[in-house]
């Protein structure tokens, strides 16, 4: 072969080789970017878990009323269409947020009568904080640690009284006067004077009741809902015992079959 055809057939061969391996690198780009692409694409959503329907929305701010003057306030006013449920201790942290998640997830209003003693308040403050902020949840007194206030020295009333009052206020950057809620609804002349001496000036019982201060079953809590959940209704229920929170479903339920909205004190009277 002279030497002009070796050039040629040299030059061929390389053309040949190089368009082979461009061709073999742009297939390789191809299927890497399709390999990128099917990694990119959006899982399956994973499966959202079935939560209660949002209530009632509360009454306009135009609608709140003073608060009555003298003695224990037991139900709402009026003969519309408002439930308070109050929910009180503290004792279980899982209660706590459990009940804290339920208001976030259905919009359900609630006022906690706290006692500050618990862990359970420092634990969820930063699940809680944004619903207190919002109005959504209240935070009442009931004494930083659950005494009988009849059998206690004034001292002793205003010390339980103050504390969790500055407990609340530093925690949760709210003052939860006028209300308290004397442990075991027990209270008197001289408990609610001095009260009122240290700025709570409306203790705060109920008229129904979830029974579940101690532990009971579901099928019990749902009867007493069943019983309590009408219009006008101030009811009391726990945050120390789980079987409460296994039940949030029927609770809306119920709520909502009756046509109820559910409010605080502060949605319902104007502040002193």
Not at 109 to 127: D, K, M
Not at 242 to 268: A, E, F, G
Request: hydrophobic share 40%; charged share 15%.
């Amino acid at each position: 072969m002279d030497r002009r055809r070796f050039l040629s057939a040299l030059a061929a061969a390389t053309l040949t080789g190089t368009a082979a391996v461009t061709m073999g690198t742009a297939c390789s780009s191809r299927s890497v970017g399709t390999a990128v692409a099917a990694a990119d694409e959006p899982a399956d959503p994973a499966p959202v878990p079935d939560l209660p329907p949002a209530l009632l929305p509360p009454p306009p701010p135009s609608a709140r009323v003073p608060l009555p003057g003298g003695g224990s306030l037991t139900a709402l006013p009026g003969g519309g269409d408002l439930l308070a449920l109050t929910v009180d201790d503290g004792a279980s942290s899982e209660v706590v947020r459990l009940y804290t998640q339920f208001a976030k997830d259905t919009g359900i209003r609630l006022t906690y009568f706290v006692n500050g003693q618990y862990n359970s308040w420092t634990e969820n403050a930063g699940l809680l904080r944004p619903l207190v902020e919002s109005g959504q949840i209240q935070l009442g007194n009931h004494t930083y640690s659950h005494p009988d206030l009849t059998s206690v020295s004034k001292q002793q009333i205003a010390d339980e009284l103050t504390e969790n009052g500055t407990f609340l206020r530093n925690t949760y950057g709210m003052d939860a006067a006028p209300y308290f809620r004397p442990p075991y609804g027990r209270h008197n002349a001289t408990v609610d004077s001095v009260a009122a001496s240290v700025g709570y000036t409306v203790p705060t019982l109920w008229f129904g009741s979830l029974s579940d201060s101690s532990l009971i079953t579901e099928e019990y809590i749902l009867q007493m809902a069943n019983q309590y959940f009408n219009p006008g209704a101030i009811v009391i229920g726990h945050l120390n015992y789980l079987p409460v929170t296994h039940v949030y479903p029927q609770l809306v339920d119920i709520i909502r079959s009756r046509n109820l909205r559910t409010v605080t004190l502060n949605d319902v009277y104007l502040k002193p």
